[in-house]
């Protein structure tokens, strides 16, 4: 059941982020992470890895994005 709540939480992170993704949308990302965050943390106590895994992927894309475009870009 966690592992659903996760997977859930980390598409909800991921439909916004794959719009931050586009040029001048990188400050989303702030509010973005925080919900991967909340994700992976979910995701770590239950007993599978696709949620864990789902929120880890869009937080390693999320910090990514934000040091390539100095936290605004």
Known sequence: M???ISILIGLIALVPAMVAFLPLFGWLYWFILPIAVVGL?????????AGRNLNLVVLLVGLARLVIGHGIF
Not at 41 to 49: A, F, R
């Open 41 to 49: 943390g979910i995701g770590v106590l239950s007993s599978g890895n």
């Open 2 to 4: 966690l592992n659903l």
